[in-house]
């Protein structure tokens, strides 16, 4: 999870686009729900780790003693982080892998558990790809290259463990059916991917030119403990302890702060946790995926199956699995394509996708005000365009999706309630900047699509995520922001026609509205931007 910060044209009647996601396949449904928008609007509208470890001496809180109710404490094979809070990690038959963190104390929501500094960051190049041997060279060449080697040779599988199985050749009655699973088989995929290729003989003349001294079976271990402990910007040696759960009690976030430590991320809670209860994060990035989608990801990237039921959730997160009442069907090793939640996520990335291109377009614009005056303003246009048109899309894409999937309360929605908030919040942004922009009567019509969408996301949001997690307290803000632009316009009277009881009168409005401030407000409190104070402190 990250912190980011926290209208359009035509009448805001909703039946004019119809789309049916089953009919249509893959990407073509995105691009469809883009044209179809584009034509409603034209009839309307003719770190360097070693530099951040050396800011500050790791601290510790005071954690309890260690006692009877919990688990075996287990010892890290690594330095300390930036930064350690009330848990410890521990070997526990019932926690998956048979470790990970526990509280050592009760923690309330916003509780500051880890801030570490990353081993390895990726290179730019490998960013949004693969995991590939792009980096082992990028680690090859870094200067702290046998620090960082070293390092991972205690992540899962570790150096250890590798040598036992993979060089001295065990056979599958001496392993257990893990060690099988994710290590034997794994290895013998990485070299079926990488083993005799160019790519690894650069990469292994490489090391030996530096005087590393690594073979093609190290090569794999460190592809595959990358594989297994990885997150979005690299490599962290402490936040790797943390075991996945789809009803996860934490997030990992970059922490808002100095510029010393803007390569550090932090863990903190996100729900109450008892004493001795097991801390856990969600893997997925989204992390909205349908149960398909999420047992073939963490199947394929970490070699553990969530089965193909969920009977360990709770049964409030089951419902929102449903696709026409029933519990859809899954596979470990292959995704069904012509499922309906597989079309829908297809869309929503496409869409997604779409979106993030527009935001850099425009970002590389705006970052210049200059330039809006220049000879790029044809291309401005077409990003305003592009944005009025995805709106749009986003926009149907609730209506259909919920249609489609029938399930008011299904967690796709979330994604899809998101994407939409998103690109209103970005067409504002453009619209206001632009001259000619949006005029006020499409800022409203804009304003009201959004605070559909808000009021439709937050029972799901807080149903799947809980009444305290930091999204909840954006989308509680998203909606006082656009209930009070409303109810200061001309448009108050097409706020109270929405529908909604809440919204019926000003008076509700108001009452509604600042409830959502509190809410917001409480639940912001709990996550103080307070990494450099508990930093300093030690």
């Known amino acids: 999870m990250s912190e980011d910060p926290f209208s359009c044209f035509g009448d805001d009647s909703d ?14 449904t995105a691009r469809l729900l883009v044209e179809q928008a584009n034509e409603r609007f034209a009839t309307t509208n003719i770190i360097d780790r070693s530099a951040a470890s050396k800011l500050r001496k790791p601290c510790t809180e005071v954690m309890h003693e260690p006692s009877r109710d919990l688990p075996q404490a287990l010892d890290v094979p690594f330095e300390p982080p930036l930064y350690l809070g009330p848990i410890q990690v521990v070997r526990e038959s019932k926690i998956g892998g048979n470790r990970g963190y ?6 309330q929501p916003g509780t500051l558990l880890l801030v570490e500094a990353p081993a390895f960051q990726w290179p730019e190049e490998q960013i949004g790809e693969e995991l590939g041997l792009v980096s082992i060279q990028a680690i090859f060449a870094h200067e702290n290259a046998e620090m960082i080697m070293h390092e991972i040779s205690f992540l899962y599988p570790t150096k250890d463990e590798v040598e036992d199985i993979i ?16 290590i034997k088989d794994m290895m013998e995929i990485m070299e079926m991917q990488h083993g005799g290729s160019k790519e690894l003989q650069l990469v292994l003349g490489m090391a030996q030119a530096n005087g590393i001294h690594v073979d ?31 009803d996860c009690n934490c997030v990992k976030f970059v922490p808002d702060s100095s510029d010393d430590i803007k390569y550090c991320s932090e863990v903190r809670t996100t729900k ?34 969530i089965g193909d039921a969920m009977n360990q959730v709770r049964d409030d997160l089951q419902e929102m699995e449903l ?25 929503l990335k496409e869409l997604e996708e779409q979106l993030g291109e527009i935001k850099l377009g425009w970002s590389l614009f705006s970052a210049n005000p200059k330039i809006v005056s220049m000879d790029l303003k044809d291309e401005i246009a077409v990003l305003f365009e592009r944005g009025k048109a995805l709106e749009m899309a986003a926009d149907e894409m609730c209506r259909a999706t919920e249609s489609k999937l029938e399930n008011d309360s299904h967690l796709l929605l979330i994604r899809c309630c998101r994407l939409h908030l ?35 996301l937050l029972p799901i949001q807080t149903t799947y995520l809980g009444t305290d997690h930091p999204d909840i307290a954006r989308t509680y803000y998203d909606l006082a922001l656009s209930i009070n632009g409303l109810l200061s316009s001309s448009s108050s009277n097409n706020l109270f026609e929405l529908g909604i009881q809440e919204f019926s009168s000003f008076a509700k409005c108001q009452r509604i509205e600042a409830a959502y401030l509190r809410e917001h407000k409480r639940i912001d409190s709990m996550y103080p931007k307070d990494v450099d104070q508990k930093l300093n402190k030690h």
Do not use: C
């Not at 039946?15 to 073509?28: A, L, R, S, T, Y």
């Not at 856990?280 to 398909?292: G, N, W």
């Not at 394509?337 to 869309?347: K, P, Q």
């Open 15 to 28: 039946d004019d686009v119809q789309v049916d996601i089953k009919e249509i396949n893959g990407g073509k």
């Open 167 to 182: 060089r001295k050749k065990k056979s599958a009655d001496e392993i257990s059916l893990d060690e099988r699973l994710q």
């Open 102 to 107: 526990v509280a050592t104390q009760d923690l």
């Open 323 to 347: 696709v026409n009442k029933v519990f859809p069907p899954s596979s470990r090793d292959v995704l069904d394509h012509d499922r309906v939640t597989y079309l829908v996520e297809s869309t």
């Open 422 to 456: 998103d690109s209103s919040e970005f067409l504002l942004e453009i619209g206001g900047a632009l001259s000619p922009g949006l005029n006020t009567s499409q800022k409203m019509s804009i304003m009201l699509r959004f605070t559909k969408s808000s009021y439709m």
């Open 272 to 305: 109450f946790v008892s004493r001795g209860s097991p801390l856990s994060l969600h893997y997925l990035d989204p992390r909205e995926a349908s149960h398909a989608s999420r047992r073939q990801h963490l199947w394929d990237q970490h070699r553990f199956d």
């Open 216 to 246: 093609e079976i190290d090569i794999f271990r460190i592809l595959l403990a990358m594989r297994y402990n990885g997150f979005g910007s690299g490599v962290y040696l402490h936040f790797a302890m943390f075991n996945h759960d789809d």
